[in-house]
């Protein structure tokens, strides 16, 4: 009998990950016996020590999400392209001693578009990114990537700075009185920040009243399915998209990285997640 390859998510908190669904959904339609993907709750200051035993243990490879996605970009030794750019790793893989890291966020993202949404909406437009935190940065990779004209706006609005510092990329950063002019101008507008993750919290930080009839509204929120921000342009008839398919499509790209398979996005696998 051939060995076990074991896989994980690392996190924390990291109960409610949706990452083992997705993983042993593909492993049954890819007919992967010998593969298992779990969850296992790792803090910060337990990273270092926990990569190190899992490596011993004869791990295959790792999904990092909130908190670790830094401290996993410093404790690779080899990195892609989009971990480098992003200084972000959320695929971690051990091999002939090394670990490798790579960020499979801004292929998911990216990947999470439909074709006419970068064409008409995206490429050489104004997109509008609303937030400065971890997850923005593959949000601004992708948006760089697909040519388009961004704009950020963050409440803290150093951390906006710092956030084009770190990728390593050009943008526009909006002061709070500067927001509406842009929105009006905008075909495209993404949130990334926290704010409609809490019940009952609204994301105010924009005005509907200002937002195109043709603007596309993505917000990476999956949990609700229809957050506050989503809820305020659907009222007023946008197409809108939350961060469900993203999520899924770094994952295909993460299976694809360690095991060689590209998965099917299949409607089942979607029903399970609660799309
Ligand atoms: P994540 O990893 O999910 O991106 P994070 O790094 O803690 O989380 O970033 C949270 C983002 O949500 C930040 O852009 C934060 O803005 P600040 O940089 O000003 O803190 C934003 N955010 C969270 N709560 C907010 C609120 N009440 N109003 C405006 N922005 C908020």
């Known amino acids: 009998m051939s060995e076990i390859t074991r896989t994980a998510v690392i996190g ?9 669904t997705i993983h042993n959904h593909w492993f049954t339609k890819e007919q992967m016996k010998n593969h298992t993907y779990d ?23 790792l999904n990092v999400t909130v908190p670790l996605k830094e401290v996993a970009y410093e404790k690779s030794d080899t990195l892609s392209e989009n971990a480098s750019q992003t200084k972000a790793v959320n695929t971690l893989w051990f091999k002939d001693g090394k670990i490798f890291g790579d960020n499979t966020d801004p292929v998911g993202f990216t990947k999470s578009l439909p074709d006419k949404v970068i064409e008409k909406k995206i490429n050489s437009k104004n997109c509008l990114l609303l937030g400065a935190g971890g997850s923005s940065r593959a949000v601004l990779w992708s948006l760089t990537q697909l040519n388009a ?19 390593g990329v050009n943008g526009k950063i909006l002061k709070k009185e500067e927001l509406d002019d842009y ?4 075909s495209f507008i993404v949130n990334t920040t926290s704010l409609g993750l809490q019940e ?19 917000d990476l929120i999956y949990n609700p399915p229809l ?21 899924v499509e770094q994952a295909a790209a993460s299976f694809k990285i360690w095991h060689g398979v590209s998965p099917i996005v299949d409607e089942e696998l979607m029903k399970k997640l609660g799309a």
Do not use: W
């Not at 929105?183 to 905008?186: C, G, K, L, R």
């Not at 009952?200 to 993505?218: A, H, K, Q």
């Open 12 to 20: 924390s908190p990291i109960e409610h990950s949706l990452s083992p």
């Open 39 to 61: 969850k296992i709750e790792v803090e910060l200051n337990n990273f270092s020590e926990t990569i190190d035993s899992l490596n011993k243990q004869g791990c295959f490879g």
């Open 149 to 167: 004209n961004i704009a950020i706006y963050n409440r803290t609005e150093e951390k906006a700075e710092n956030l084009l510092k770190t990728v």
């Open 183 to 186: 929105v009006s101008t905008s």
């Open 200 to 218: 009952g919290e609204v994301n105010d930080l924009i005005n509907f009243e200002n937002v195109r009839s043709d603007t596309y509204v993505y």
């Open 227 to 247: 957050s506050s921000f989503l809820d305020q342009a659907k009222n007023k008839k946008l197409k809108t998209q939350n961060g469900l398919r993203m999520l």
